[in-house]
């Protein structure tokens, strides 16, 4: 195990006090009992510490030049909310310290305080912090549980995706997902995350279309305080925050060359500067790219590096659009249906067998995405116990008056009227499934002149 991810595990404890004798006394203690520590001697210098250092604990004194404990509590908590904090007071200041809990302090020490004492004080906020990092973990892995629920399919092109994901999941190589809008590249870089020895550290995501060419080269690699203006402090990169874990970059012909340069290096060789640093840094990261570009055509064009293109494509996994995989659409359509229906707290059934004939009919341009949010609204705006065609976007509704219109007979002229009306009968028996009651009041006519026309 590197020394970086050793120190990783190793809680952080930041002393602010500006007495030097105390600061150096505690610094002992809890190096002792094998912590990070480091130490500021004024509420300032403390909060920028916060700003630059991933802090697990914070032990200030209340009374402080500069800033005092209380301020640089509530502010510190701002930048990071799932610090832990033990206030030290004197007898003068309890109230204070209590009122400070209220606001999220874990505890207070009166001074003087014992050795034991503290060091029980802060073994129970770390193991408190721990205990809601481990919780926060279950709930996201439960939320990408639920989400891989619509990795939702049947159809030989999916099948084939899964397989791939099977082959290409364990291995460390990097995979590019290729495929349009909507078709799932997210929920397939989750999924391969997980089934990955990479599983129990992060997934890191990032939109590189989504970002200017400065932000996103500081959003990967980082920037150092300086590099340029309001980079007040030091900021890691995701590299930095992927290390050990997945790195995901969704969009990614849309970089622009200067940065697709720096990122082949780190593919390469696994090194990287900040922003305006100086000092080499290393990354173990696994990447999972995604476009929905032709990259190939891309490389033509002189958007996409050829070198960087070959890095990124050593296994492709394609993602079938939705047209591509019709058998899917009524396994993924009741799906989001019974989704929707427990959200919204609606009494619906499922969906009409005409609607969902009109949903398979659909090109889905905008693939999984669309139908989903097609079968969101239709949830919401449905009356009956069935979705059907009048609650689904205009679009798909005109698809249910053209096929009325291809419903309808036609006939030569010079046809007879009982030709006619025997065709016109039969069909309505047809679309009625044979039911004679519902046919005859269809026709309007009675029961027995259905009888008498079409004898059983």
């Known amino acids: 195990m590197s020394d970086w991810v050793h120190a990783m595990q190793i809680p952080l404890i930041l002393i602010a006090d500006d007495n030097e004798a105390e600061r150096e006394a505690l610094a002992k203690i809890l190096k002792k009992e094998n912590y990070r520590v480091i130490d500021a001697a004024d509420g300032e ?78 073994r129970n906020a770390l193991e408190k912090r721990a205990l809601q990092i481990e919780n926060k973990r279950l709930s996201e892995e439960i939320h990408h549980l639920r989400k891989s629920e619509r990795l939702i399919g049947k159809s030989p092109a999916f099948r084939h995706v899964l397989d791939r994901v099977d082959q290409a999941a364990p291995s460390g190589a990097t995979v590019l997902l290729t495929g349009e809008s909507g078709t799932g590249k997210e929920l397939i870089a989750d999924l391969i995350h997980r089934m990955s020895i990479r599983k129990d550290s992060a997934l890191v995501k990032i939109n590189c279309a989504a970002l200017p060419d400065t932000l996103l080269e500081s959003e990967l690699f980082g920037h150092e305080k300086g590099a340029f203006t309001g980079a007040l402090s030091q900021k890691p990169g995701r590299f930095e925050l992927a290390h050990g874990g997945t790195l995901f970059l969704d969009e990614i012909a849309e970089m622009a060359p200067r940065l697709q340069a720096k990122l082949l290096r780190v593919l390469q060789i696994g090194e990287f500067e900040r922003v305006g640093g100086v000092k080499t840094l290393r990354a173990d990261v696994r990447i999972i790219a995604a476009t929905n570009r032709d990259l190939k055509e891309a490389v033509s064009k002189g958007d996409l590096r050829e070198d960087l293109f070959y890095r990124l494509n050593v296994i492709n996994i394609h993602l079938p659009p939705l047209r591509e995989r019709r058998e899917d659409i009524p396994l ?125």
């Open 45 to 122: 210098g403390a909060l920028e510490i916060i700003r630059r250092e991933p802090v697990d604990l914070l032990l200030t004194d209340l009374r402080m030049p500069r800033l005092d404990g209380n301020t640089l509590f509530r502010a510190g908590k701002t930048i990071r909310p799932e610090m832990e904090v033990i206030l030290m007071t004197a007898y003068g200041t309890v109230d204070v310290a209590v009122s400070a809990m209220k606001g999220g302090a874990y505890d207070f020490l009166t001074k003087p305080f014992k050795k034991i004492e503290l060091v029980k004080r802060i």
């Open 332 to 456: 993924l359509a009741n799906y989001f249906a019974a989704a929707y229906r427990e959200k919204e707290k609606k009494e619906i059934r499922g969906i009409s067998a005409d609607t969902m004939n009109l949903l398979c009919s659909h090109s889905w341009p905008g693939n999984v995405r669309e139908l989903e949010n097609v079968i969101e609204r239709a949830v919401v705006l449905s009356r009956g116990e069935f979705i059907s065609a009048e609650d689904l976007p205009r679009e798909l509704a005109g698809v249910a008056g053209l096929q009325k219109e291809a419903d309808s007979l036609v006939f030569s002229v010079g046809t007879s009227l009982g030709e006619i009306e025997q065709k016109v009968i039969e069909e309505t028996l047809r679309k009625t499934g044979g039911n004679r009651e519902l046919a005859a009041k269809v026709l309007g006519i009675s029961t027995r002149t259905l009888y008498r026309r079409v004898p059983s």
